[in-house]
């Protein structure tokens, strides 16, 4: 085992100067997949727990199993030669990835429970135009500009319960939706540190290049039950909507190390680092009620826009950071043109 330290020691020192494991000679078309899991810290979740005590007198617990998400990455890139030294290749890519998870989180207030789960997905299209430089035989620096489309869904089923004067209790959901799409300045740099093995990283470095943030989220709850006051039973349902203005910046960082197993296949290993500063602004908001009596004839329907618009602004608006940390596994298969 001490001999095989020493011998991997060795090669890693040694061929780098030699090295091309990740060189590429002609165009090629390069077709990657991976699986990825590790830790998804949603806006939504800060952003609630202050928005819940003011709005809904409750308090909002952190989310639970500490985050945990999972999810995949597919992705198609295009290397066509420029048969320079220097420039080796244009570089054009399209990507998808997906990262999801349910996240447990409880509302509590004097007389109130609200349980709830969080179902939440958040998806990533990439378009990719860039060029590979060759200073060295075993280096590459990839510039790239990356226009990115960001996608975040929730969906949080739940139950209310209240026993105070009144004794009421609902179920339904409540769906959060939020989109954009923006341009980034990116860099990648590839070392080879044997003939098979390539140190890699990846960079987007400077978001609202060319591109703009500049999308839309939606809110929609509706909740339905019973309520019990006095003798005198009544179906409830109750309905909040919600949309504004949604804009994001931020970076990412990854770091990763590829195996060559074949001239034209590939494994790597990464992990990833992804910062999505979210802001809201411009929020419309609207709630209302129906009451409708099961043991007379009265219904009653009630209805707010002022305090919903007014309580969105002031606490939607907040900046808030998506974050997700992740280790990722994957496979690449090259098809020389």
């Known amino acids: 085992m001490k001999k095989l330290i020493l011998t991997l020691l060795f090669l890693t020192v040694s061929l780098p100067v030699f090295s091309q494991a990740g060189k590429l ?16 810290e949603s806006d939504w979740e800060k952003r609630n727990q202050t928005y819940t005590p003011f709005y809904r007198r409750m308090l909002e617990e952190n989310w639970k199993d500490q985050n945990k998400a999972a999810g995949g990455k597919l992705g198609l890139d295009y290397y066509a030669s420029l048969s320079h030294p220097l420039f080796t290749h244009l570089l054009f890519g399209i990507s998808y990835g997906s990262l999801s998870g349910n996240f447990p989180g409880n509302r509590y207030g004097f007389s109130q429970i609200n349980p709830g789960t969080y179902k939440s997905g958040l998806t990533q299209t990439e378009l990719t135009f860039g060029t590979v430089i060759a200073p060295f ?12 489309s960001i996608n975040q869904n929730l969906k949080n089923k739940n ?7 009144d004794l009421v209790y609902l179920s339904g959901s409540e769906t959060y939706k939020a989109s954009t799409s923006l341009g980034y300045l990116g860099l990648g740099l590839e070392y080879d540190l044997t ?12 978001s609202n290049l060319l591109v703009r943030s500049d999308g839309k989220y939606t809110v929609e709850s509706r909740m339905e039950g019973y309520l019990l006051s006095n003798t005198t039973l009544a179906s409830y349902t109750t309905l909040e909507s919600s949309q504004g203005t949604f804009k994001v910046s931020g970076n990412r960082f990854l770091l990763g190390i590829s195996l060559k197993l074949s001239d034209t296949i590939k494994v790597f290993f990464a992990t990833e680092k992804d910062i999505i500063v979210t802001d809201m602004s411009n929020s419309i908001g609207s709630a209302g009620s129906i009451y409708a009596s099961l043991t007379t004839r009265n219904t009653r329907l009630a209805g707010d826009l002022v305090q919903k618009t007014l309580y969105d602004n002031i606490f939607y608006s907040e900046r808030r950071r998506l974050e997700t940390t992740t ?8 098809f020389n043109l």
Request: proline share 4%; glycine share 4%; net charge positive.
């Open 137 to 148: 035989e075993s280096f590459r620096v990839i510039p790239k500009f990356v226009f990115r």
């Open 159 to 165: 139950m209310y319960l209240e026993s105070s004067s």
């Open 327 to 334: 280790l990722q596994l994957g496979i690449s298969k090259d």
């Open 25 to 40: 000679e002609k165009s090629v078309v390069r077709l990657k997949l991976a699986a990825q899991y590790g830790i998804y």
């Open 195 to 206: 003939p098979t093995l390539t140190l890699y990283f990846d960079s987007l470095l400077f």
